[in-house]
């Protein structure tokens, strides 16, 4: 097909996942005083992706699908060589309790911090900070409930950072989704600290 180089293009180019719609509407309109492909549809783009995909296998790239879009990455096996070039240092990691508290809050999303709380049993200020500050994880409104507290969910770079299409990807997400969450505790009781450490390793490639 004419357009399947301007979509490699586009993919390579692109600093985020980029959709099949969105794709095939940047290709349908062409660039900027030039023309495009107007009959070009949605499941076209689909279907020219799954070949790219099979085209880079073999390569040092590797077309990902992850938070509902799709991007050309380095393959996993060649990170090592990437961080060389680049001299990129180890970033630090999410810590276990961080690990912990990321994956109730997408299980069960949106959720408050008392309610996630009651699943760890230990205070998650610092530890919903950090996840925020990562950009994992988001404030996404306010309860209901008395006193009205803020919401949380995962974000885009989440789904990104751990390599998922999206949340059903989780394994076992219905069932766990399913179990009902202990009571919140009561806000006048005592609260256990919880001590936030950081360690190293190396994050996902993208």
Same mark, same amino acid.
């Given at each position: 097909?004419?357009?399947?180089?301007?979509?490699?293009?586009?993919?390579?180019?692109?600093?985020?996942?980029?959709?099949?719609?969105?794709?095939?509407?940047?290709?349908?309109?062409?660039?900027?005083?030039?023309?495009?492909?107007?009959?070009?549809?949605?499941?076209?783009?689909?279907?020219?992706?799954?070949?790219?995909?099979? !085209?880079?296998?073999?390569?040092?790239?590797?077309?990902?699908? $992850?938070? /509902?879009?799709?991007?050309? %990455? +380095?393959?996993?096996? &060649?990170?090592?060589?990437?961080?060389?070039?680049?001299?990129?240092?180890?970033?630090?990691?999410?810590?276990?309790?961080?690990?912990?508290?990321?994956?109730?809050?997408?299980? !069960?999303?949106?959720?408050?911090?008392?309610?996630?709380?009651? $699943?760890? /049993?230990?205070?998650?200020? %610092? +530890?919903?900070?950090? &996840?925020?500050?990562?950009?994992?994880?988001?404030?996404?409104?306010?309860?209901?409930?008395?006193?009205?507290?803020?919401?949380?969910?995962?974000?885009?770079?989440?789904?990104?950072?751990?390599?998922?299409?999206?949340?059903?990807?989780?394994?076992?997400?219905?069932?766990?989704?399913?179990?009902?969450?202990?009571?919140?505790?009561?806000?006048?009781?005592?609260?256990?600290?919880?001590?936030?450490?950081?360690?190293?390793?190396?994050?996902?490639?993208?």
């Amino acid at each position: 097909m004419e357009w399947a180089r301007v979509l490699e293009a586009l993919l390579f180019a692109a600093t985020e996942p980029m959709e099949p719609s969105r794709l095939a509407a940047i290709l349908r309109e062409g660039p900027e005083g030039g023309q495009g492909w107007p009959e070009v549809k949605e499941q076209e783009v689909r279907d020219e992706l799954a070949q790219l995909s099979e !085209r880079l296998a073999p390569r040092g790239l590797i077309l990902r699908e $992850v938070a /509902g879009g799709f991007r050309i %990455g +380095t393959a996993p096996d &060649l990170s090592g060589w990437v961080a060389k070039l680049k001299g990129v240092a180890r970033p630090p990691r999410l810590s276990p309790p961080a690990l912990e508290t990321m994956a109730v809050i997408a299980y !069960r999303q949106p959720i408050s911090r008392a309610e996630v709380e009651a $699943v760890r /049993g230990v205070d998650c200020s %610092g +530890t919903l900070d950090t &996840l925020v500050e990562r950009g994992v994880i988001r404030i996404t409104g306010r309860s209901e409930a008395p006193g009205r507290p803020i919401l949380y969910g995962t974000t885009p770079l989440f789904l990104e950072h751990f390599g998922l299409k999206d949340l059903e990807e989780l394994p076992n997400s219905e069932e766990l989704r399913r179990v009902k969450l202990p009571a919140p505790a009561d806000p006048g009781g005592p609260k256990q600290e919880e001590l936030i450490h950081e360690a190293s390793e190396p994050a996902p490639q993208s």
